[in-house]
């Protein structure tokens, strides 16, 4: 099986969801999805509690300080946020914002 492709970015620029996908609770499915024309990208567990976060104001430092304070002791949260946000990067789910 191939690697999820990676892309990293700068940590402290915000960070929001990609054009054309749209993040919400899917009652259904009991969990967050990312809906895109195509379809649908099911976000189990900690991967909805960080793509909660992804607005367009918070940057991936940000996030993880967030979830630090929301999930205090879990062990190596900033490695496991990084590496699903820059697999998210690289799936093109969400991109640095641009400034205004």
Do not use: C
């Amino acid at each position: 099986m191939a690697q999820p492709k990676r892309i990293p970015f700068d940590q402290d620029t915000p960070i929001e969801l990609a054009k054309y996908y749209r993040f919400q609770w899917e009652p259904a499915q009991e969990l967050h999805v990312l809906l895109y024309p195509e379809g649908m990208v099911k976000l189990p567990g900690s991967a909805g509690e960080i793509m909660k976060r992804v607005d367009g104001t918070r940057s991936l430092n940000k996030i993880v300080a967030e979830l630090e304070r929301a999930f205090p002791g879990a062990p190596d949260l900033r490695a496991d946020v990084t590496d699903f946000l820059e697999v998210a990067h690289g799936n093109g789910w969400i991109r640095t914002k641009s400034p205004e």
